[in-house]
């Protein structure tokens, strides 16, 4: 894709003119500092709030009060089936068939869970490949589940390093690797976007590897959910989990979602942890002997939907409706190209873009490294009612989140960069 970009404030106003998804931004409340709303560039880590949050959550909130324990099956959003409300939207977002996405606890507890039941080791095969530097929660999730089992971390979880001091992981290394190890190899669990280099690995071919060398493949979506738009049923990726607080804007700590696989949720034998929320839904009241689970991803549901922990996700999922996730890619694409372009015209600042130049190969967020001055530069936008996220030793992260940044949000944080720091 190419675009023809300028410095000048003029393009920015005409780039927010023509943006189609213009108008979301007023879907979104914004914090404000200094009496006025912030520019937000941290949907990376926590989205913001959907305006309609706040209904949803009083319809639950009258729903309890009025209903009690008729809420279960009464009222507007009976709660029994509140995970269904989710599921289709959910799918669309990360390429699915609804019965293959369902949503229940939090992400790392997820990771766990799918890991029991895809991570099955014996002596020969116990390997589990993940990315060197992947996010902390991973890396404990992955280094306890194999202690968990009786492995010794340091023989079982290979990390991939990038090579020869660049950054960024190739896939071809990723899959030499994956190949070389294909005797002992059990699971390939990556971060499907690595939180600091905002890389955006090869799903499909990391997946078809694993495949060829015997293993499962698994990703955690965190950074990839309503950011890119994937196709996991497609890919034939065999499980996936992700948050809900990044770019789902679905609020702290909201409800994980989860991925299995058709030809492996399908199967009611396949080995998993249970719980009565998992149970056949017809019988699940008769509170009898034995776990009969759905053939679906809510197979694995454990409790009693969390409904005021799911609110968030279904109202913001109504903007994901609204808004299209194609359209949501496109305007990414270009608005983070654009945020590109103008900082490779600031010449007299000291930093590396550490994100893939290549637009498949990344999402909304660049991570710029600054040999000097990051903590400054990171207060100086604050000062200025930018919220961008830091990192040491000098990783500055920006992602503009297309629903609710704009154009003129890139061009501001441009100018304070040029008029500050590029003399
Ligand atoms: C944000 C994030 C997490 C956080 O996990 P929680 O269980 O929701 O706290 C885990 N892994 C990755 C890759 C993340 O980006």
């Known amino acids: 894709m190419q675009f023809s970009f300028d410095t000048t404030p003029e393009l920015a106003q005409q780039l927010d003119e023509q943006d189609i998804l213009a108008s979301f931004k007023h879907s979104f409340v914004f914090p404000h500092q200094n009496d006025k709303p ?24 009258q729903s309890w009060r009025e209903l009690a324990v008729s809420g279960y099956f009464s009222g507007k959003n009976p709660w029994l089936y509140y995970q269904d409300y989710i599921s289709p939207s959910l799918a669309k977002i990360v390429g699915a068939a609804p019965e293959e996405v369902t949503v229940m606890n939090t992400l790392t507890v997820n990771l766990h869970l799918l890991m029991l039941s895809f991570y099955r080791p014996t002596q020969q095969r116990y390997k ?59 699971l390939v669990m990556l971060g499907g976007m690595n939180y600091y280099t905002g890389q955006f690995f090869d799903l499909q071919s990391i997946t078809d590897a694993a495949h060829k060398a ?38 702290p700590g909201a409800v994980g979602g989860v991925f299995i696989h058709e030809k492996h949720c399908s199967n009611t034998s396949f080995p998993r942890l249970g719980g009565w929320w998992g149970n056949d839904e017809k019988i699940r009241f008769k509170m009898e002997k034995g776990f009969n689970p759905k053939p679906t991803a809510a197979g694995w549901n454990m409790s009693t939907a969390q409904v005021f922990n799911m609110v968030g996700l279904k109202a913001s999922l109504e903007i994901f409706d609204a808004a299209g996730m194609y359209n949501i890619r496109q305007k990414s694409i270009q608005l983070t190209a654009y945020l590109e372009y103008l900082l490779q015209q600031l010449h007299n600042i000291a930093f590396e873009i550490i994100t893939p130049k290549d637009i498949n190969a990344r999402g909304a967020q660049l991570s710029l490294f600054f040999s000097e001055k990051g903590r400054e530069i990171h207060d100086k936008m604050l000062d200025n009612n930018i919220i961008v996220d830091y990192r040491e030793p000098g990783v500055i992260r920006v992602a503009p989140a297309p629903l609710y940044c704009s154009y003129t949000d890139v061009y501001t944080f441009y100018r304070i960069l040029k008029d500050e720091f590029n003399d």
């Open 38 to 61: 912030v520019i937000y560039f941290c949907g990376n880590s926590l989205g913001l709030q959907p305006k309609n949050f706040e209904t949803a959550i009083q319809t639950e909130s």
């Open 214 to 251: 015997g293993a499962v493949a698994g990703f955690d979506l965190a950074h990839v959910a309503g950011n890119i738009p994937i196709r996991l049923h497609d890919w034939n990726v065999d499980f996936a989990a992700w948050c809900s607080y990044k770019y789902l804007n679905a609020g």
């Open 128 to 186: 589990i490949i993940m990315e060197a530097g992947a996010f902390p929660s991973d890396q404990y999730a992955v280094e306890t589940l194999v202690k968990h089992f009786g492995f010794d971390p340091a023989q079982s979880i290979i990390e991939i390093t990038p090579l020869n001091n660049e950054k960024i992981l190739s896939t071809e290394n990723i899959i030499n690797i994956i190949a070389e190890n294909s005797e002992a190899l059990a």
